[in-house]
């Protein structure tokens, strides 16, 4: 066989599975001196990567031989303990942020993790608030209500839906057609139960959320890219409590809260990182309530991260 293209479809570790324009997927391993390079990462290729690879018939596999410069990817740490990062996935048109008030409760220092690395990617965010049938009254209710308030303010898209009654699926549907996204979130909020709203031929695997901890428990293992309509894509995450922050210098992560960055400009010191330096405009702001207190209070837990969490990420 002679070399075609492919996009990365599903990594298990050595193996990558390739899907080429034909829509036929090939089991693939990497040329051998394929690891030479991204000395950095964990892992040289990820999901939504487009390579060239050959079909090798003493193998009876395909070689990748070549990765097609990547627009933007999106990485976690490997572990606490090391440098080095993990791909998670590339060449992405949109993030979709998913979460719930209840079952499992969100929490907004989650959702501001996200946005701040897609912010930093230049990728779409996409906020997606499931289960609002659990949400129609009572404290639940008022705190989507809050949330909804808050990030519709800052001009971030919303979406409200829910999987079991089907409400704005469609219209959801619609709105990813055509691209490439990541769905992300914690475990419990349905992400994998909206892909099988989506396209029910996927039939992918969902648990109920824990009667005893509330929260939700794995089930994607593995990053994948699934099909939801022609031409459309959605990648499959599981569920993360933390997403890892790269190359930034601190006084750098208010950049990517909009509502900072408008006012940031006016600080005294132009490494201010906002908590009590004199002439702090963000400081300010915050103190005559122009900058919710959810979202200051998530900015400081992702400043307090950073003394523990040097920065170690490289862009492509």
């Not at 570790?13 to 034909?22: C, N, T």
């Not at 990817?73 to 993030?95: C, F, G, M, P, T």
């Not at 800052?154 to 990541?182: D, P």
Request: hydrophobic share 35%; proline share 4%.
């Amino acid at each position: 066989m002679d070399s075609k293209s492919g996009i990365i479809i599903k990594s298990t570790g050595s193996w990558y599975h390739v899907m080429d324009k034909e829509g036929l997927v090939y089991k693939c391993k990497l040329r051998g001196k394929f690891r030479l390079k991204n000395l950095k990462a964990t892992n040289p290729l990820t999901v939504g990567d487009r390579v060239t690879f050959h079909w090798d018939a003493k193998l009876a596999s395909g070689v990748i031989d070549e990765l097609e410069e990547r627009k933007n990817y999106i990485a976690r740490k490997s572990s606490n303990l090391s440098r080095q990062y993990h791909i998670i996935a590339a060449n992405l048109d949109l993030v979709l942020i998913t979460a719930s008030v209840v079952r499992p409760q969100v929490s907004p220092g989650f959702i501001d993790r996200y946005l701040v690395i897609a912010e930093a990617h230049e990728i779409k965010p996409v906020i997606i608030f499931n289960k609002t049938d659990l949400a129609l009254e009572g404290e639940a209710a008022d705190r989507l209500q809050r949330l909804a308030e808050i990030y519709g303010s800052l001009g971030y898209e919303i979406w409200q839906v829910s999987a079991k009654t089907g409400e704005n699926l469609q219209e959801l549907k619609s709105r990813i057609h055509g691209k490439v996204s990541l769905i992300s979130g914690q475990s419990g909020v349905g992400k994998s139960t909206l892909l099988n709203k989506f396209n029910p031929s996927l039939n992918l695997k969902t648990w109920q959320i824990s009667d005893f901890t509330g929260k939700g428990q794995h089930v994607t293992t593995f990053y994948e890219m699934h099909p939801v309509d022609d031409d459309t894509f959605v990648i499959d995450s599981p569920g993360l409590r933390e997403l890892g922050l790269f190359e930034f210098e601190p006084f750098e992560i208010s950049l990517f809260y909009p509502e900072m960055k408008k006012v940031s400009g006016a600080c005294r010191f132009n490494t201010c990182l906002h908590l009590a330096e004199p002439g702090c405009a963000v400081r300010q702001a915050f103190e005559n309530n122009e900058i919710y207190p959810e979202r200051y209070q998530s900015y400081l837990k992702i400043i307090e991260d950073f003394k523990d969490e040097k920065p170690y990420y490289s862009k492509s």
